[in-house]
């Protein structure tokens, strides 16, 4: 009878119970799962991260606020700027890489399948330590406190004098435990590519998003073993009679905050290369154009993995480093702008003279554009370190770094979550409530960010509290939170348009988007196995040959 009823439902869910299918979850090595997982558990603390800004944004939104006191402030700022960066964009890209980068190679899975599960698992633990801090900071007998010492935890904040029981050590262990997920994941992933490429798919034929992907996975390498060995230092000050970044002993605190930004400016580049990625495919396939200077934008990937990692002082101008200093990293903060102009030059290439199709991708494509060019020319203001000794520690800054973040990172999320829906899930999303969703979080981002550049040029520095009426700043943080509340409700469309697609959209097909990678080459979800024959190209747009045999123009190298 068992056999009957499989033969009757193939996958065996029918026949299988909830503990055992959350089960089969849990143990998976298929990158397309833990792919999944991933984006899952990324958005699981997109809620919590954006419950911690708005808490913020509510407290921000009147002069002498008391929505919350000073302490939960504190917390919720060093929570929710930690939990964005490390437990939302970081596994919400790993997860698009693991899903995508074995299909669009013609592999049927990562190199390493249990590693990649390891991975993962030890991402989403770090993330649980961290917040298991709200319970046990104190202690598993007493009062619970989460870390109130920023998500870049400058010293002497994270000495014992200053950070009471054990809500700091939660954030370090945290993240060197998800520190040990990004590793082995971005080694799975180059490994993968460079090993197991199908036939025919030489360097120079690899999508865009698999170079991108390949640089990425090589900047994780590099610079989370600075921040580890930072962790690990600070650790040994709090517990071992260290004094590292004890100023009172003989340490230093600027010691800590190079380590932490060796790490965190190349940490910015291994957001923005993936989301660079998903716009390198979106915007060819929706201009109904190959890529414009395929290989310039290859050159310019691998330009900006290695500059990006000999920048990272330029957030440190008014530390007080000396004239050679700011010279050198000044210089360097320029020069990686060229890369990235390159690259919206190239976008725009292809786009112009196409056939543009305003699918809901391509438009959130556009807005990462328009936005990201906004926030380079703020970047490039802020390497000048004169204007940076103004403005370095303004809502100005803020203001930039959240155009990247959102402006740029999450605009592309949006856009790949549109285009590979319907590989991931067989159905293609709503596109009237991808729209709605659309303008909604673009209003919403411009009433936040813009605006709240304003104030920054007024004076008001980062991480306050609350500020007094007479100090002009009142309207623009009104104005900042205000659009808090559009990007919400666009964020809950999302939602539902996801949840809605589920059940009742429109069957996809194998390739709706009548794309050229070869992703869209396998079925649509794809089996388990990927590909039955592993597939042989002979150009970087293998589906276009097979759907236009006679026509020799795309046949290049």
Known sequence: MASETLA??????????????????????????LGILYIGYALVFLVIGGVEATIMRVQLAVPNNHFVSP?????????????????????????????????????????????NAWGFWMSALGGIILYFSFIGGFGLYGAGSAPDVGWFAYAPLTSPAFSVGHSTDYWIVGLLVSGFGSIATALNVMTTILCMRCPGMKLGRMPLFVWMNTVMAGLVLVAIGPLTAAQLMLLIDRYLGGHFFDTQAGGSAVIWMHFFW???????????????????EVIPVFSRKPIFGYSIMVAATVSIGFISLGVWAHHMFTVGMTSYANAFFVASTAAIAVPTGIKIFNWVGTMWGGK??????????????????????????????????????????????????????????FAG????????????????????????????FHLTFDFMHVPGLLGMPRRVYTYEASRGWEI???????????????????????????????????????????????????????????PVIRSRRPLWDLKHPEDPDWKYE
Request: glycine fraction near 8%.
């Open 356 to 413: 543009i199709i305003y699918k809901t991708p391509m438009l959130f494509c556009v807005a990462f554009l328009c936005q990201f060019l906004i926030a380079g020319l703020t970047g490039i203001m802020l390497a000048t370190a004169p204007f940076d000794w103004q403005l370095g520690n303004s809502y100005f800054v803020v203001a930039h770094f959240h155009y990247v973040i959102l402006g740029g990172i999450v605009m592309a999320v």
């Open 262 to 280: 060796i790490f965190g400016h190349p940490e910015v580049y291994i957001l923005v290369l993936p989301a660079f990625a998903i716009v390198s």
């Open 476 to 534: 623009w943080n009104l104005i900042v939170s205000i659009g808090v509340i559009f990007q919400i409700i666009g964020i809950l469309l999302w939602v539902a348009d996801v949840i809605w697609s589920y059940y009742k959209g429109e069957i996809a097909g194998n390739d709706p988007w009548d794309a050229w990678t070869l992703e869209w080459h396998t079925t649509s979800p794809p089996p388990e196995y990927n590909y039955a024959e592993i």
């Open 417 to 444: 979550s549109y285009y590979w829906y319907p590989k991931v899930l067989g159905k293609m999303m709503n596109e009237t409530l991808g729209k709605w969703h659309f303008w909604l979080f673009v209003i919403g």
């Open 8 to 33: 009757i439902a193939p996958t065996g869910l029918s026949t299988r119970s909830l503990a055992e299918r959350l089960h089969e979850w849990a143990v998976t090595v298929d990158h397309k799962r």
């Open 71 to 115: 302490q939960v402030f504190n917390r919720m700022f060093t929570m929710h700027g930690t939990t964005m960066i490390f437990f939302v964009a970081m596994p919400i890209l790993f997860g698009f890489s693991n899903y995508t980068v074995p299909l669009m190679i013609g592999a049927r899975d990562m190199a390493f399948p249990r590693l």
